[in-house]
């Protein structure tokens, strides 16, 4: 079982930025399919960015052109720029991977970010 730990969280003012990072164990990284969740209260978990294996990556349309997704393979990290955010941004941000499998069967303990207005 891998473990995965983000970091990077915390408040920032509408507009501003912030990068997550999210450390993963083990010596298969390579293999994982990564992918950013966010929950804000009340609201479902939501994907917000993904990353194959080979480096594709999707986007949330609510992010598109805001947020960049990238995985640094010779660190076991995955990364998640966020630009311009809006009060609306704000959340838990969890990391979460995925190998031989359809699901995210991995998770992080989660990143709290908080945008202010």
């Known amino acids: 079982q891998v473990q995965l730990v983000e970091s990077g969280g915390g408040l920032v003012q509408a507009g501003g930025s912030l990068r997550l990072s999210c450390a993963v164990s083990?010596?298969?990284?390579?293999?994982?399919?990564m992918g950013w969740f966010r929950q804000a209260p009340g609201r479902q978990r939501e994907l917000v960015a993904s990353i194959s294996s080979g480096a594709v990556i999707e986007y949330a349309e609510s992010v598109e052109g805001r947020f960049t997704m990238s995985r640094d393979n010779a660190k076991n990290t995955v990364y998640l720029q966020m630009n311009s955010l809006k009060p609306e941004d704000t959340a838990v941000y969890y990391c979460?991977?995925?190998?031989?499998?359809?699901?995210?069967?991995?998770w992080g303990q989660g990143t709290q970010v908080t945008v202010s207005s």
């Open positions: 083990g010596n298969t990284f390579t293999r994982y399919a």
């Open positions: 979460a991977g995925k190998i031989w499998s359809s699901v995210y069967n991995n």
